[in-house]
């Protein structure tokens, strides 16, 4: 069974366009993240949801847009992609409170050209 | 100056040997993250912890929060732990805030 799944796995598009990523997790947490990981590989948290209400919001541009429609769903929407957004967008879950481990999905490679 | 510092950034070794990644931060947390991310890309999380140690089989973690310093082990390496290995430390409000990594190569 899939605790955290993603997708697409794999998406290319052209600048400009929009498009989605699709989060689901299969674990009962109530806390759900969406993280970057740049070509350098470095990781960096852009938004966390519990209970469907958005807690963190780091500064990310405001073409990302995170919908929430129950809390086993994270997906997050990109609206007029540009280049400096291709990246591996990695989504998780975990329960709320004490330090709880986080769950990763397989990530999302989205390349923009 | 990122708030979590990792060394090495990269290291490579022969099978068998004992590894040691460390991880140094600069903020006050409540828990230490350490992750692995193997070639494929996935990432798994390898220990959870806010004091003292943890085991499981061949890694070992450590934590000193008044060093704000935790460290990662792995006795009798493996090829198959060749991955890269990520600290990341949580604050109050949950977020995670992650090291750059160290790239670990398992020579057989």
């Known amino acids: 069974d899939t605790a955290v799944s993603q997708t697409p796995k794999y998406l290319v598009t052209q600048m400009g366009n929009d498009k989605s990523i699709k989060c689901e997790q299969n674990?009962?947490?109530?806390?759900m993240y969406w993280y970057k990981q740049d070509s350098k590989k470095f990781l960096k948290i852009m938004f966390s949801y519990n209970n469907k209400e958005l807690i963190i919001n780091e500064t990310v541009p405001n073409r990302f847009s995170p919908k929430s429609p129950d809390k086993a769903h994270l997906n997050l929407h990109i609206n007029s992609l540009e280049l400096g957004d291709s990246a591996v967008y990695f989504c998780?879950?975990?329960?709320?409170?004490?330090?709880?481990?986080?769950?990763f999905g397989p990530g999302t490679r989205l390349t923009v050209t | 100056k990122n708030e979590v510092e990792q060394s090495p950034q990269n290291l490579t070794a022969q099978e068998g040997e004992f590894i040691t990644i460390n991880c140094s931060y600069s903020?006050?947390?409540?828990?230490l993250h350490w992750l692995q991310q193997h070639p494929g890309g996935g990432i798994v999380s390898l220990f959870m912890?806010?004091?003292g140690k943890k085991k499981h089989g061949r890694l070992i973690a450590t934590i000193n929060i008044q060093e704000k310093h935790s460290s990662l082990h792995i006795t009798a390496s493996h090829p198959r732990d060749s991955a890269v290995y990520i600290c990341?430390?949580?604050?109050?409000?949950?977020?995670?805030?992650f090291g750059t990594g160290t790239r670990l190569t398992i020579i057989p």
């Open positions: 912890l806010s004091s």
């Open positions: 674990l009962g947490h109530d806390t």
């Open positions: 990341a430390v949580r604050s109050g409000n949950e977020k995670l805030t």
């Open positions: 998780a879950s975990s329960h709320t409170g004490l330090p709880y481990e986080q769950y």
């Open positions: 903020v006050g947390i409540s828990a």
